[in-house]
């Protein structure tokens, strides 16, 4: 069973699957879903559409430069069936499979690596802008605890906002 890939998106193409478009010079082009065929004659550029894995490599969300991907190359050239190397050839996949995941996994993590801290300074700032949504501004009036540290720059607008 061969397995193409998709010209536009880079996705497997499963035999019986997808649309063929051949060139006026022979050039064959194969497409996983309509949707890719359709985006090649709008003449589209696959690394500017954001869903496609040319786009997710070229701006670093995916994996470029790795060993293993050098196993996943197509070659045409035709073995002579030997049981021990068959047997070898199943264990290094699952071997080299396990690895890819594992940096896949780690380079995720190194891209998410300031997200939450980032998320968290995002959250103090809108509760800090929108506290009187959360409790009401008496109260806070009457318990000062319930506040949270303003800048003397914030505190002196808000004094201002009182007295008119």
């Not at 998410?112 to 806070?140: C, D, N, T």
């Amino acid at each position: 069973m061969r397995l193409e890939k998709c010209w536009f998106c880079s996705s497997s193409i499963y035999p019986g699957h997808g649309i063929q478009f051949v060139r006026n010079d022979a050039k064959i082009f194969r497409f996983c879903r309509s949707k890719c065929h359709k985006n090649f004659k709008m003449k589209r550029n696959p690394r500017k559409v954001k869903w496609t894995k040319a786009y997710r490599r070229l701006h670093g969300k995916d994996m470029t430069q790795d060993s293993t991907f050098e196993f996943e190359r197509k070659r045409n050239r035709p073995e002579r069936y030997d049981r021990n190397l068959t047997e070898n050839t199943l264990k290094a996949i699952k071997k080299i499979d396990k690895i890819r995941v594992d940096r896949e996994d780690r380079h995720i993590a190194k891209r998410m690596k300031g997200k939450k801290a980032k998320e968290q300074r995002e959250a103090a700032k809108e509760l800090e802008q929108s506290i009187h949504m959360v409790k009401a501004p008496a109260a806070l009036n009457k318990e000062p605890s319930l506040t949270l540290p303003i800048k003397v720059s914030q505190k002196q607008s808000e004094e201002t906002r009182m007295e008119e």
